[in-house]
């Protein structure tokens, strides 16, 4: 019978005379920084680069949230800006923790981020304000029954197969979290998959940013009272460039997750 310990080693070997845990586990989260840091590199800093760019464009609109009396604001920019806010610094986090080798804990925080940024443009689109309204009230809400049911279009086979995924990595199964912790003794692969999980939800996030919390309004007043030199329109055009980037090296399933969060929902309500 295979059990997980059986599938890689335990480098946090359990020795009644050995370091103490958090020492342990630490030195092997320097060396894996160091690994991360040769092989992922570059993929980590395009990551990094997006989120900083996700972060300064929103900064450009966000004092609009105070002075919503100025400019006409998406009816749902609450959740909008909630999700935005809240999966910035889940995104952060979890690269944090991706870039040591804790790749199973990462992956639990990203089950939030797909589902807060499902919920957040439903709610945008929506004519029907039952669900933004259970969200302010802290109700309980149902992704498959509340969400991806009421899509018609674009098909939502990818979102429920993604969703999936994540519901394994995030529940007590066999899946969830991490046995071995050092690069060395687990697959590549786990690392790779984490940065690819990463790529497509920082994209969808853009989205999410771009066309459902900056409206027209938004952009006429911080034009009106901004700075002489717009900086938008030159982080707009780097963030395109990064994403282009990120998009052109991504297998046919992220693809299709982005393509159909940047498509035009139809809804049945």
Known sequence: MNTESDEYNLDLDYRRDG????????????ENFIFMEANHGIEIMMIQEVLNTLYAIASEYAWLLNDHEIADLNKANKIVFSALHKNLIALHTS???????????????????????LIAKFCSVSHNTDLYEKWKNGKEIYLSKNVLKKIIHPDTEAFKEFWSWMSEYSHALIY?????????????????LNLVFLRTLIDCQYHLLSR??????????????????????????????L???????????????????????????
């Open 212 to 241: 459902h919390f900056i409206t027209s309004s938004m952009q006429y007043y911080t034009k009106y009272y901004g700075k002489e030199t717009d900086p938008v329109p030159a982080m707009k055009k780097k963030m395109n460039e």
């Open 243 to 269: 994403l282009k980037k990120s998009r052109a090296t991504l297998i046919k399933e992220p693809k299709e997750i982005i393509k159909n969060y940047r498509a035009t929902w139809k809804l049945s309500e």
């Open 176 to 192: 969830a979290q991490q046995v071995a912790v050092n690069i060395k003794n687990f697959p590549l692969h786990e690392i790779s």
């Open 19 to 30: 370091n103490i845990f958090t020492s342990l586990i630490e030195q092997i989260e320097v």
């Open 95 to 117: 690269l944090k923790l991706t870039k040591i080798g804790l790749y199973g804990p990462a992956r639990s925080i990203l089950r939030h981020v797909y589902e807060a940024l």
